[in-house]
C-alpha cells in the first residue's frame, strides 16, 4: 500500500514497545500512583512525560485502538463500532478487522523491512500476513479458531507456556452475582494477563522484533462490571459490596503495573515505550432508550397493536432464549461444548440483537433509528434502507438538522442536564473513502448514559431510567467508557518528568513512525506528537513525510467472518442441547 519506496534504516534501529491498557483512566491510576502503588509505571512517568489521550468518536474500543494504529479517522479505515448496518439490510453483524481497510502501524513497518511482534490488539482478528508474528484479539471467536499469524502458533505458544487465553467471556458471569462466579471471572483475567505476558516475553525472546504492541482487557471486562464497588457514588454502590469486591480494580491496575514492569527488561534505554489506552472510563449511572425517544419525537413507528403484539411475543421469545441459554451454559455441561457455544455466542447475540431491537418496527413509518449503544443514528434513507422512505437530498439534510436539533435539547428529566455532549452529521466528524458507511448523524453521550436500542423490559414509556439490579440482565454494566484515556511515553529526547497537554488518539500511528526512523505518511489526519519532544532533539531529528496515496476505496466487506452458516450451527447446538 506504501508507494513511496522504504527509507535506508538507521545503522542502529530504534525499538518501540507498546503497552496498551484498554480502558486506563487516571481517575483510577492517580491515586494508585500516590499511593506508590503502580512503581513502574511511576518509573516510567518519572523518566518520561504522560498526558490525557482523547478517544475517538465514538470511543469504542472497535473505533478508537483502529484510529490509533492507523493513524485515520474512521471514514478512513471503514469501523464504526461493535456493530455494522448490513448493506440493504435492517440487520446488524459484529463487525472484525475484515472491515478495517488502511494499513496500521505494523503493516508500514513491515513494508519498510522492520520486524514486528503484535499481541491482543482488538479488531485484528482474523490475522493477516505480518513481517513478524500477530496473536489476534478481541473479537476473535476464540483459540479454537485460526487466530495467529503464521498459524500454528497456538501450539508453539501452549507447548512454551501453556494454555493461551484471548478474551474471558464476561457473559459467563452476567446474569447472576455469585460469590464462585464472580470470584472464577476475577481469577480468570488475572490468569489471562499473565499469560498475555508470558507469550510476549517468549517471543521477544525467540523473533527479532524492532516494534512490538500488546494489549491487555481487563480492565476495560472489569471495569464494566465492577465499577459500582468502587465508587461510593454510583447509585449500586453498597458497603457489603465494596468489602467484598471494592479492590478488584485496584488490584487489577497493580498486576498491570506487575506486567509493565516484565515489558521494560525487554527495552533498552535508547528505545520508545509507549503506554496508551483507546479510552478512559468512569461511572455509568442510567440508561436512555433511544428509539422510544425517536418514537415518542415523532421518528420512529411501532406497528398496530395486532401486530405489536406479535412482535411483542416473538421478541420476549428471543429474549427469554437467550437468558435461558445463558443461565443453561452456567449449569455443568462438558467443557468442550461450552467453549464452543460461548465462542459463537457474539454471532447470536448479534442476531437477536437485530431480531429484538427492531422487531415491533414499522419502518414504512419510520425516519430515522438508533443503533448500538452509543448514540448513533440512521436516516431511513429511500435507495439505500430496504423500506426507506425519506428522500436523499433536501429532505435528508432537512431531517437531519431537525434530529441533530432535536437530540441537543434531550434532557435527563430528573437533573434537567443534556444527555448528549455533542451532536454532528457525520462529515464532521469523519471523512475519506467509507464516510458513507458512517451513521448518519452521531451524537456523544454523557458517559453516565447507556444507550439501550432494546427495551428488555418493556416497561413503560420513560426515557431515561436510573441502573437497577433488574435493568440490562445481560450487561451488568456500572462503569462505561469516557474520552480520556492515559498515555505514557519514554525514550531519547522525550521529555523527562513533566506531564504535556491532551494528546490526540490518532496521533499515536505517526509518533512510533517517527520515533523509529520512519517517514510519516503525508494524508495521515495524526501527526507527530512534537510537544512531548525536547526541542533540540526534534531540531536534530525534523519529521520526514512521504508522500502516498490516499487509499482508494476498498470494496466493502459483506463478509463478517462469524458467518450465516456459524449463527445456524449454534442455534443448532443450542437447540440440540435443549437450551432453544
Ligand atoms: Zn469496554
Avoid at 246 to 258: K, P
Avoid at 324 to 347: G, M, N, Y
Avoid at 473 to 498: C, E, N, W, Y
Wanted: charged share 20%; proline share 7%; aromatic share 10%.
Amino acid at each position: 500500500m506504501t508507494t513511496s519506496p522504504p527509507p535506508a534504516p538507521p545503522a542502529k534501529p530504534a525499538k518501540t514497545i507498546v503497552i496498551g491498557l484498554d480502558a486506563a483512566t487516571w481517575l483510577l491510576m492517580r491515586p494508585l500512583l500516590d499511593s506508590g502503588d503502580l512503581p513502574n509505571l511511576a518509573r516510567l512517568m518519572a523518566e518520561g512525560t504522560h498526558a490525557t489521550l482523547r478517544s475517538s468518536i465514538q470511543p469504542s474500543s472497535e473505533q478508537a485502538w483502529p484510529t490509533m494504529t492507523t493513524g485515520v479517522n474512521c471514514g478512513g479505515h471503514g469501523l464504526y463500532g461493535y456493530m455494522r448496518r448490513r448493506p440493504g439490510s435492517y440487520a446488524h453483524d459484529y463487525v472484525n478487522a475484515r472491515f478495517l481497510r488502511a494499513p496500521q502501524i505494523w503493516d508500514r513497518l513491515g513494508d519498510s523491512g522492520r520486524p514486528v511482534i503484535v499481541a491482543n490488539v482488538p479488531m485484528t482478528y482474523p490475522p493477516h500476513p505480518v513481517n513478524g508474528v500477530l496473536i489476534t484479539g478481541f473479537m476473535a471467536p476464540g483459540t479454537h479458531s485460526e487466530f495467529t499469524y503464521p498459524a500454528g502458533l497456538h501450539d508453539e505458544l501452549r507447548s512454551e507456556i501453556g494454555e493461551y487465553v484471548i478474551n474471558v467471556d464476561i457473559e459467563r458471569g452476567a446474569l447472576d452475582r455469585q460469590e464462585a462466579n464472580l470470584a472464577d471471572l476475577v481469577a480468570q483475567f488475572r490468569y489471562m494477563t499473565e499469560q498475555r505476558t508470558a507469550a510476549v516475553e517468549y517471543l521477544a525472546r525467540t523473533r527479532p522484533w524492532d516494534f512490538l504492541m500488546v494489549v491487555y482487557v481487563s480492565l476495560d471486562r472489569l471495569g464494566h462490571k465492577f465499577w459500582r464497588y468502587t465508587d461510593p457514588s454510583h447509585p449500586l454502590y453498597t458497603r457489603e459490596g465494596a468489602a467484598r469486591w471494592g479492590s478488584v480494580l485496584s488490584d487489577t491496575y497493580r498486576q498491570l503495573d506487575g506486567q509493565v514492569g516484565r515489558l521494560l527488561k525487554l527495552a533498552g534505554q535508547d528505545d520508545t515505550v509507549l503506554v496508551v489506552s483507546d479510552h478512559g472510563f468512569g461511572p455509568l449511572t442510567h440508561a436512555v432508550y433511544l428509539n422510544r425517544w425517536l418514537e415518542q419525537q415523532g421518528y420512529l413507528a411501532f406497528q398496530s397493536p395486532d401486530q405489536r403484539a406479535l412482535g411483542d411475543r416473538l421478541r420476549s421469545f428471543a429474549t427469554s432464549s437467550l437468558r435461558k441459554a445463558v443461565q443453561r451454559l452456567q449449569s455443568p455441561l462438558v467443557t468442550e461444548a461450552k467453549q464452543w457455544v460461548f465462542q459463537q455466542f457474539p454471532a447470536l447475540r448479534g442476531q437477536l440483537h437485530s431480531a429484538m431491537a427492531y422487531a415491533n418496527v414499522d419502518w414504512s413509518r419510520t425516519q430515522a433509528y438508533a443503533v448500538g449503544t452509543m448514540g448513533n443514528f440512521y436516516i431511513n434513507l429511500q435507495g439505500r434502507e430496504p423500506q426507506g422512505i425519506v428522500p436523499p437530498g433536501a429532505p435528508y439534510e432537512a431531517l437531519r438538522d431537525r434530529l441533530m436539533a432535536d437530540l441537543r435539547t434531550l434532557c435527563d428529566p430528573e437533573s434537567g442536564a443534556p444527555i448528549f455532549e455533542g451532536v454532528w452529521r457525520r462529515e464532521e466528524l469523519y471523512h475519506g473513502p467509507y464516510l458513507d458507511e458512517a451513521p448518519d448523524v452521531i451524537g456523544l453521550l454523557d458517559p453516565h448514559y447507556h444507550g439501550a436500542v432494546v427495551d428488555w423490559r418493556s416497561a413503560g414509556n420513560a426515557i431515561v431510567e436510573r441502573m437497577g439490579e433488574e435493568l440490562l440482565f445481560l450487561a451488568d454494566l456500572s462503569g462505561q467508557h469516557t474520552m480520556d484515556g492515559i498515555f505514557i511515553a519514554r525514550g531519547p529526547g522525550i521529555k523527562r518528568g513533566v506531564g504535556v497537554e491532551t494528546q490526540q488518539i490518532a496521533d499515536v500511528a505517526a509518533t512510533v513512525l517517527y520515533r523509529m526512523g520512519e517517514p510519516v505518511p503525508d494524508h495521515l489526519d495524526g501527526r507527530v506528537m512534537t510537544d512531548i519532544l525536547e526541542s533540540d532533539w526534534l531540531a536534530d531529528q525534523p519529521v520526514r513525510f512521504t508522500e502516498e496515496s490516499r487509499p482508494s476505496d476498498q470494496t466493502p466487506a459483506n463478509d463478517t467472518g462469524y458467518s450465516d452458516r456459524e449463527a445456524e450451527l449454534i442455534e443448532e447446538r443450542l437447540g440440540g442441547l435443549g437450551y432453544l
